[in-house]
């Protein structure tokens, strides 16, 4: 039999790209954390009019065919036209293999066809923040359903900035209550990191079935995802993924204003802080009060709870009615004969419902300023202390 280095001597070992592919997939996609994804990837390829060519048969122009017919093609479960992310990904797995496939297969000698190909724009990356009042619904959802388990992930994904994986992997001996520390010994990244308990993340963990040893959650990945679906789709909330929580996380991690990107790096395992970098834009609303200077701070933070929030106006026996969503168990609204009489009174009842909260010492809800579902036409900013 000639051996590897022979083949390649003299012609190269005929195969088609899908049984290549399954090569691959045995011998170097089942060695990497994210082999399902490649699986999929690799079956996709597969099917395609690549996978019926002989390796050695495909050019930088077949492969720049397959690029042009993808990112056309529609996603079956979100009818949308497949992104340039995952193209990308499989130029990416595909170029990975020709290497492989002249270096150590001999399946070809011809130079590496994805090579010289144009890959898909990167698109910028997502920037959807959770508003205050989606937050309220889910964490309200979970708690009406007595669904603590999903509760619990929900705020830790959110005071502790983890990735869905590392908190549905998180194990009770890794909880350190005393230290307030949780350890990750195997993170996405391939490192060990340890991640600070706030009083909210230990709560949390707490109001579950606390123990010494064995899985925090009984979710599996694939449970989890259809739980998280259908819940934002009963709540009517769009276009929120679960990895929009981490996001939002790191973004309140800058806000915060005491941590520098090192200390966010640490919690969040970036290990680029190139990464980091999209979230600096977040530290302006810090400047404000620097640039304010700290005279005037204690006035500025008492007139900070003052500021406009979203009405709804609905049609009413008595007229116009403005209700406020963000006030959901209050009866926070104004009627008036007129547009103009409702926004007078609703100012009024807002004024009054926020003052009532700041001297009692309740937590003041933050106005969600983007209200999905429901038409700007009906939408009015009322702000509580606006002369009219």
Partial sequence: MSTLTEAQDKSPTVVTL??????YLRSVSIL???????????????????????????TSVDIATYRDKRLQSINKRTGKTISNA????????????????????GYTKQPNPCADVRK?????????????????????YAHEHKN?????????ALSTAMRQGEILTL?????????????????????????????????????????TAGPVFMYTKHGFKSTWRYMVTRLEIEDLHFHDLRHEAISRLFELGTLDMMEIAAISGHRSLAMLKRYTHLKANRLVNKLEGTRNRGRLAMLNHFIPYPGIMKAHPEGIEIVFPD?????????G?????????????????????IRSGQSVPKPDQYLRQVNEEYVVMIDPIAML
Avoid: C
Avoid at 88 to 98: A, T, V
Avoid at 327 to 335: C, D, K, N, Q, Y
């Fill in 148 to 156: 603590k388990e999903l509760y619990s992930i929900i705020t830790l």
């Fill in 171 to 211: 194990r009770w001996e890794h909880i350190n209550f005393k230290t307030r520390v949780a350890h990750l010994p195997e993170t996405k990244n391939g490192t060990k990191r340890d991640i600070p308990l706030s009083t909210k993340a230990r709560e949390a963990l707490m109001r579950l079935d606390v123990k």
């Fill in 32 to 58: 990497k954390k994210g082999y399902e994804q490649e699986r999929y990837r690799i079956t996709q390829l597969s099917r395609s009019f690549l996978g019926r060519k002989l390796v050695h048969e495909v």
């Fill in 327 to 335: 006030f959901e168990h209050a009866t926070v609204s104004g009627i």
């Fill in 18 to 23: 899908a049984h290549g592919l399954q090569n």
């Fill in 337 to 357: 004969a007129t547009k103009e009489q409702a926004i007078v009174r609703a100012q009024d009842a807002l004024l009054r419902s926020l003052a009532s909260a």
């Fill in 120 to 140: 898909p724009k990167v698109a910028p990356g997502r920037d959807r923040r959770l508003t205050a009042r989606e937050e309220r619904r889910i964490l309200r």
């Fill in 86 to 105: 995952t193209v990308r990904l499989e130029m990416s797995l595909l170029s990975n293999f020709f290497d492989l496939a002249r270096i150590e297969w």
